[in-house]
């Protein structure tokens, strides 16, 4: 819910968490501690992830909305390919990631006698779709300690106005850039044809069996519609995005 002196306002909105601090200059929040710990309502708040309790329904130690939808990317995988590249396992770091992601690319992946990819990302570069993909990279190399790192600065140090305060000139940021830089050319190429208002269309290619691995957070729901080769859906699992296999000082 949302209070302001804007004339033109409603009583409820659905809204991105990165706004929130734009909604409190204007006064636009209005507590909802008092809903949320109502007997009378039953709502059962610890039900609801820590995560999401903290980083999304809260602002400076109030509750301001309701969690409707959560994004959270995971790495899908077709664990039927393992055997082709020796792996017992899934990838565990970014750097396994890419050899095997390396050694299935250009082969047949789904019986349809076509060379598929290594990974499903979309590389357009004026969609914006790809920044999902980067910062799931160097989120693992820039907050290997916990939320206390930042990921897109470095708290510490934005009060003092400094440059390093903003985490892209660092060796963790660029061994990020290269390890998605490197990912990309095992990816589908666009077609001038692709529009950035479809966005599932690299799912689609993943559901279709034409990639061994994409970082997603829907992908089971687009099997439900698109998947047209069964082996695909029993056989793909998800986990966790890769870590590192090193450590960088930021």
């Not at 008092?34 to 602002?59: C, K, Y």
């Not at 050899?99 to 250009?106: F, T, V």
């Not at 799931?136 to 003092?160: H, K, N, R």
Request: proline share 6%; with cysteine; aromatic share 12%.
């Amino acid at each position: 819910m949302m209070q302001s002196n804007l004339a033109n306002s409603y009583d409820g909105w659905l809204l991105d968490p990165y706004v929130y601090g734009l909604v409190n200059k204007y006064n636009g929040f209005y507590p909802l501690d008092d809903f949320v710990n109502d007997p009378i309502l039953g709502i059962q708040w610890s039900d609801v992830t820590e995560f999401v309790r903290t980083m999304h329904a809260t602002f400076k130690n109030q509750i301001v909305g309701f969690p409707v939808d959560v994004r959270m990317d995971l790495l899908f995988y077709r664990k039927d390919l393992l055997a082709r590249v020796n792996a017992t396992g899934p990838p565990q770091t970014w750097t396994e990631l890419l050899r095997m992601a390396r050694a299935l690319n250009g082969t047949d992946l789904n019986g349809d006698g076509r060379a598929d990819y290594g990974i499903c990302m979309d590389v357009r570069a004026d969609c914006g779709y790809q920044v999902n993909n980067l910062m799931a990279i160097a989120a693992s190399m820039l907050q290997y300690s916990g939320t206390a790192q930042g990921v897109f600065f470095d708290p510490p140090s934005i009060s003092t106005g400094s440059p390093s305060a903003i985490l892209v000139n660092n060796p963790a940021f660029q061994s990020a850039l290269q390890m998605y830089i490197n990912l990309t050319k095992l990816a589908p190429p666009f077609l001038p044809t692709d529009t950035c208002t479809d966005p599932s269309l690299i799912t689609n290619l993943f559901a279709s069996g034409r990639c061994a691995f994409i970082v997603g957070s829907r992908i089971f729901k687009v099997f439900v519609c698109v998947c047209v080769c069964s082996c695909i859906a029993s056989h793909t699992l998800c986990m966790a995005v890769p870590t590192l296999p090193l450590l960088y000082s930021i």
